[in-house]
């Protein structure tokens, strides 16, 4: 399973920025998707998943409210729909897919190349 993950760049604070992640190789439909982060000289760190069926989603604290994570299982794509963008915010992101049960157990077995996110205050 390939993914790729697009739509980072650069944003002044309390803007907004979609990602997205093309799935490729793979059954798409069938896999548990997420989202994480790693900025400079931190650890990797869970946004947001979302279920098999998009039925369920959950949200890393900081990031709820302003985040909205959705697939669209025809297009074999997940987005991250992030707003009111803080300097925080700034990180690599990656997405990642997964066989159901990822969703709960946060843990997910293919992994995107990483897409930046610069905000500026």
């Known amino acids: 399973v390939q993914l790729q993950a697009s739509g980072g760049g650069q944003v002044q604070a309390g803007g907004s920025l979609r990602l997205s992640c093309a799935a490729s190789?793979?059954?798409?439909?069938?896999?548990?998707m997420g989202w994480f982060r790693q900025a400079p000289g931190k650890e990797r760190e869970f946004v947001a998943a979302i279920s098999w069926t998009g039925g369920r989603t959950s949200y890393e604290d900081s990031v709820k409210g302003r985040v909205t994570i959705s697939r669209d299982n025809a297009k074999n794509t997940v987005y991250l729909q992030m707003n009111s963008l803080k300097p925080e915010d700034t990180a690599v992101y990656f997405c990642?897919?997964?066989?159901?049960?990822?969703?709960?157990?946060?843990?997910?077995?293919?992994w995107g190349q990483g897409t930046q996110v610069t905000v500026s205050s």
């Open positions: 190789g793979g059954t798409f439909s069938t896999y548990d």
């Open positions: 990642a897919g997964g066989p159901r049960g990822s969703y709960d157990r946060r843990t997910f077995l293919y």
